[in-house]
């Protein structure tokens, strides 16, 4: 009796090493609403019927946080990796390039998912598992190899999707051509139209497993007009509709049944009033210099330079030489410019979910936090710190502030298989949305930081 026992207990634990075997007949779809911040769930003026109607059948947050800094790229790759930058490393629109010693650095959105995103993506896992998985306007996804069908949002989009997906377009009249240039040409609406009509023809043809789903023409508007805007009110409109074609194609080919939708957001959204000028703080105090240099790309002499964030700003000592001495100025230069609150240093960067310095060259050396109503910007020349923003000056919405601000919450519907009907529940976080679509369809997601949302469940 023993023995057999013995041998139960070591078949048990053998099935526990075993993969989980892939959940083929069910479906996730992550849907994002750039710059959805949570307050337009409750804002009776906002035109997002089908997403309120969603809200009622599933499981609605009070907001979701959000992952500093608080913009589009580091956060959609939060939602698909459960970790903050601190991890996955990507901190801007793209990446981080220091450009020598004493140099100006620059941010460079044309790298692939490899060269961007430092650790294993849910779709990674999903792929390897057997899953189908496909991405529609998502950040970080050049190159992807784990994407069955991929139209990323990069720059020289169609030099980047799947062929078959791009022929298939075109074919069928979305698409006004196989070049590049075509569809950049296109209107920001537009545009959401073609990715609409794109992920829509890959639930009718192959519907995917996994599929991640991003909307944009709401952050275009919501900078230029601002958030509550008639401008924003009527991107989300637009969003909502987009919403609504997506599950008129679910309910065609018969999967509603059996698929989880989750929409969220990657940021919220604030007003601004006025735009700080950093670096011609430091041009004027010597430690930039806006005169090109001979290099490819081109830089410009930069002892000391920030690379605005919107709602803040990170700041770089690129000379190790004069580093100590340039710090020192640099804070003097800060404490007095207005507009300015505070001046983070290293050691609270983890508690922010941001890499140390010393580990990551992407980071910046200080971080700058901007009083209410300010927002930060890269301009070097002129000679004013401030300048008020304008619709022809800077952006009257800005996102980009830190977490903790509750307008950078963004919202949070999950609703459809295996979700609880009609629950409202607080805050979640980010990190949360990885781990939990994995657990739905059979899976458990490695290193990641956030926990499944059991909660939302049945």
């Not at 779809?29 to 599933?58: E, M, S, V, W």
């Not at 944009?216 to 508007?221: F, M, Q, S, V």
């Not at 989750?262 to 950093?278: Q, R």
């Not at 002892?303 to 190790?320: C, D, H, K, M, W």
Request: hydrophobic letters at 40%; a positive charge; aromatic letters at 6%.
């Amino acid at each position: 009796m023993k023995h057999r026992t013995g041998l139960c207990s070591l078949l048990a634990f053998f099935l526990l090493l075993l993969p989980a075997r892939a959940d083929t007949n069910h479906h996730v779809i992550l849907i994002t609403i750039d710059g959805g911040a949570a307050f337009y769930l409750k804002d009776a003026a906002a035109p997002i019927p089908t997403l309120r109607k969603l809200a009622a059948q599933g499981v609605v947050a009070e907001g979701m946080r959000v992952s500093n800094p608080s913009i589009t790229w580091p956060n959609h790759t939060t939602l698909v990796t459960g970790v903050h930058p601190e991890k996955h490393s990507v901190l801007f629109n793209g990446v981080l390039m220091r450009q020598g010693d004493g140099l100006s650095v620059r941010v460079e959105p044309k790298r692939t998912k490899e060269q961007l995103v430092a650790v294993p993506t849910l779709y990674d896992l999903l792929h390897a598992k057997g899953y189908r998985t496909a991405g529609v306007n998502w950040p970080c996804t050049r190159q992807a190899r784990t994407l069955h069908d991929d139209f990323p949002d990069v720059p020289d989009t169609l030099n980047y999707t799947t062929p078959r997906l791009v022929n298939e377009l075109t074919a069928a009249g979305v698409l006004a051509g196989q070049g590049n240039t075509n569809f950049t040409r296109e209107s920001g609406p537009r545009r959401d139209q073609i990715w609409t009509e794109a992920a829509t023809h890959l639930i009718r043809t192959r519907p995917p497993n996994f599929m991640m789903f991003h909307l944009l023409i709401t952050d275009a508007l919501q900078h230029k007009h601002g958030p509550r805007s008639m401008a924003a009110y009527t991107a989300l409109g637009m969003a909502d509709a987009h919403l609504r074609d997506l599950l008129a194609a679910l309910d065609q080919k018969g999967l509603r049944e059996r698929t989880t939708i989750f929409i969220v957001a990657d940021h919220g959204f604030e007003t601004s009033t006025n735009l700080i000028h950093p670096n011609v703080v430091l041009r004027k105090a010597g430690l930039l210099d806006t005169n090109l240099v001979a290099t490819n790309p081109p830089a410009y002499p930069a002892r000391v330079q920030i690379i605005s964030e919107g709602g803040t700003a990170l700041v770089y000592f690129t000379n190790p030489k004069t580093k100590a001495q340039d710090r020192v100025r640099a804070l003097e230069l800060f404490r007095a410019t207005e507009g300015i609150a505070e001046i983070l240093e290293p050691e609270t960067f983890a508690a922010l979910g941001l890499p140390d310095p010393a580990k990551n060259p992407q980071m910046g050396d200080l971080v700058l936090v901007p009083k209410p109503g300010h927002a930060f910007s890269n301009n070097s020349t002129g000679e004013a710190t401030i300048t008020p923003v304008t619709l022809t000056a800077g952006s009257l919405g800005t996102h980009g502030y830190l977490a903790s601000n509750p307008n950078m919450n963004a919202m949070f519907v999950a609703v459809g298989r295996g979700i609880k009907r009609g629950v409202k529940i607080g805050v979640v976080d980010n990190r949360d949305v990885a781990p939990t679509m994995a657990h739905l369809l059979g899976q458990t997601l490695p290193g990641a930081d956030g926990k499944v949302l059991q909660e939302i469940l049945e």
